[in-house]
């Protein structure tokens, strides 16, 4: 009877974390992810989950709520443009104060100091109201009266202030830029901030070169994009979002040039605000909210839109976001009027705790969290990132290097490799010249030997062996690469051609593409780490060399080209040498090399690849006997002939998927008819 109520206990307990997990899982409508390394976007551990809904400050609904901030003390404060006032609540949504009532008209931003007083952009009233902690009216902000300002119009939309009272102003329709206000003497128009440039397409280039000035006009002028939100952070410095700028969040200093640029580009990014680690909070309009670090590292990106079942956690229409004392997020949604409340998850938690150690300097006391954020997720980035930097600062360079290459770092992997680099010379420098010095002693010894005879009964072993025909065309190499025409000569006219060398080169040179773009040095690498397609590889390499072989010799044929296939197919391998040659060498230094080197291999394969396009030019002129306009023109019509060709096998292919997918749903249609 025991056994059995323990039985009973064990299963009651197992229905109870299944039913809780499946109930942790339904309360996230959405799912989390990340940047990795190569840019590529991943899904990762819930990094906020919804915690409540604020639908009514007191026992007041909002109408059109537009702008939202915390303070430090815990209040809240909303811009109702419908209402035409702000609100004044604790976290919870009970009502403390209404400001502005009979004064504002729609208020559209608001911007609240540490002491309280309250900055309202008032769009309908073409005014900035300032207010009291109390909600009295302070002063009022107008249309500046400058002639810099323009004749626009002044409706205001967002706001921000900095600690010496500086109000920067965003106005609807307003391109120039930032409305930057002091407060003195009643209000100075101090200039423009932050002004975005104008994008200018290629189209817009064409036209403004052909077109009369009667034409330009008429055109729509093209402006830059006015920002849509903006914020401030401790340091005075101001964040920007435009969401049809290249650039969508900017990180302003005082003299308005971006301190960050961010990979990840929505377009309809619409608020902005920082967090308690300087962390960076983006929203979109139809709910997605960005995480970023201070240098504008994607951490995460969760929310989405509500798809009309009204699930807590989507949103309709975001207007606005910002983030009180214990990391809870706070969403304004506009459709559904109301403030969605996001609380941090454990992992999230974690990595704020490591994110606040690293950025005050604290970077070994950061390495324990970003193992508890590490044990849940190995592979989040940022969390290898900052655990390689920290390891990097306690001079633990092998460390270091490990965890900047799982975290695709480069910088941080080429500045621990200079370390561990310098250190390996200091250790093996002696042994290195010793070594150098022993190789050049048996050298000439060697060659010594040689003259005397020592060596007779070798020479000629390796001479038969030499002296074989294959050998002899594959040794050839290095003569055509130094005397190309020559060596087109020797191809066309003494035999210094077969397939069989030909093709040894071809694959030569195609195992050493494949082992560049695998094993060129973590710095170079520009594939994903343990992701091979060696078949596609192989396959486009002898594809691209046929494919222009044969297309170049057709193209010879018809302009009374002299050479034949074969000798053509010879000389195009044999016009491979530099690379066959001196590619090995150029892998080699790409695995020893820092960041500050890289242009050493990037200047060796733009020699070797010029010289082997040189090399094919002489190639198809001297086999051909042609002049070098006809050579210019024949590789031009080869070129052409190849864009042919793709584009007639780009047709077959989507000719043959129709049919495949034709042929697949009328085999369904008649599996599902004789099952009627």
Not at 232 to 247: H, M, R, V
Not at 406 to 415: A, I, K, M, P, W
């Amino acid at each position: 009877m025991k056994l059995f109520k323990r039985a009973l206990a064990i299963i009651g307990i197992c229905i109870c974390v299944f039913t809780a997990s499946i109930k942790s899982f339904g309360e996230v409508p959405y799912k989390t992810y990340t940047v990795d390394g190569y840019g590529y976007i991943s899904e990762t551990q819930t990094a906020y989950t919804p915690y409540s809904s604020i639908t009514k400050i007191g026992d007041k609904s909002l109408v059109m709520p537009m702008d939202i901030k915390i303070t430090d003390d815990g209040k809240m404060y909303i811009a109702d443009a419908g209402a035409g006032v702000v609100y004044v609540s604790d976290l919870k949504g009970n009502l403390s104060n209404v400001i502005g009532e009979g004064i504002l008209k729609e208020p559209t931003g608001i911007y609240v100091s540490e002491d309280h007083v309250v900055y309202v952009a008032d769009k309908g009233g073409n005014k900035v109201d300032v207010f009291d902690s109390e909600g009295n009216l302070i002063n009022s902000y107008g249309k500046p009266d400058h002639p810099l300002y323009g004749s626009g119009d002044f409706r205001p939309m967002k706001i921000t202030v900095n600690p010496g009272g500086d109000m920067y102003i965003i106005c609807e329709g307003n391109g120039n830029g930032i409305v930057q206000i002091s407060p003195n003497e009643g209000g100075v128009f101090l200039g423009y901030f932050g002004t975005n440039y104008a994008q200018i397409s290629f189209l817009r280039m064409i036209q403004e070169m052909v077109f009369t000035d009667e034409q330009l006009a008429k055109m729509v002028k093209n402006l830059p994009a006015t920002p849509v939100n903006l914020c401030i952070d401790n340091q005075g410095l101001i964040y920007t979002i435009t969401p049809s700028d290249n650039i969508v969040l900017k990180k302003l200093n005082i003299a308005g040039n971006n301190l960050i640029e961010t990979g990840v580009k929505e377009g309809k990014e619409i608020a902005v605000a920082i967090g308690n680690y300087d962390n960076i909070l983006v929203a979109s309009s139809d709910g997605y909210i960005y995480e970023y670090t201070s240098e504008g590292e994607l951490l995460f990106i969760f929310g989405g839109r509500d798809d009309g079942r009204f699930r807590i956690g989507l949103s309709k229409k975001v207007e606005a976001i910002d983030v009180d004392a214990n990391d809870n997020i706070y969403i304004l949604d506009s459709d559904s009027k109301q403030i969605q409340v996001f609380e941090t998850t454990e992992f999230t938690d974690y990595l704020h705790e490591a994110l606040n150690l690293y950025v005050n300097g604290r970077y070994t006391e950061s390495k324990e969290p970003l193992e508890k954020v590490l044990d849940m997720n190995s592979l989040f980035d940022y969390a290898n990132k900052a655990m390689g930097r920290a390891y990097q600062q306690e001079e633990n360079y092998d460390q270091a290097l490990k965890y900047a290459k799982l975290s695709q770092n480069f910088e941080g992997y080429s500045d621990a490799f200079w370390e561990v680099r310098n250190e390996w010379l200091k250790e093996n420098i002696v042994s290195c010249i010793g070594i150098v010095i022993a190789v050049v002693i048996i050298w000439k010894l060697l060659k010594l030997g040689k003259r005397k005879g020592m060596f007779h009964f070798f020479d000629s072993k390796v001479s038969k062996i030499t002296n074989k025909k294959l050998i002899i065309q594959i040794r050839y190499l290095s003569t055509f690469m130094k005397h190309p025409i020559d060596g087109c000569y020797a191809v066309r006219w003494e035999g210094k051609c077969s397939y069989l060398c030909a093709n040894i080169i071809l694959s030569t040179f195609t195992i050493l593409t494949i082992i560049n773009k695998y094993y060129c040095g973590f710095l170079l690498k520009t594939v994903r780490e343990g992701r091979y397609d060696l078949v596609s590889d192989i396959g486009k390499v002898f594809i691209v060399f046929f494919v222009l072989t044969i297309c170049c010799y057709l193209m010879c044929t018809i302009n009374d080209g002299e050479g034949t296939f074969k000798q053509l197919y010879c000389g195009f391998a044999y016009s491979l040498a530099p690379l066959v040659i001196f590619l090995p060498f150029i892998i080699l230094l790409g695995n020893v090399i820092t960041y500050n080197e890289v242009f050493l291999v990037s200047l060796s394969n733009t020699f070797v690849t010029v010289w082997m396009l040189i090399l094919i030019f002489i190639a198809i002129k001297e086999i051909n006997n042609y002049s070098v306009k006809e050579t210019i023109k024949i590789i031009f019509l080869t070129l052409f002939t190849v864009l042919i060709l793709a584009l007639l096998a780009f047709i077959l292919y989507v000719l043959c998927r129709q049919v495949v997918e034709f042929v697949t749903a009328l085999y369904r249609e008649v599996v599902y008819r004789i099952g009627q």
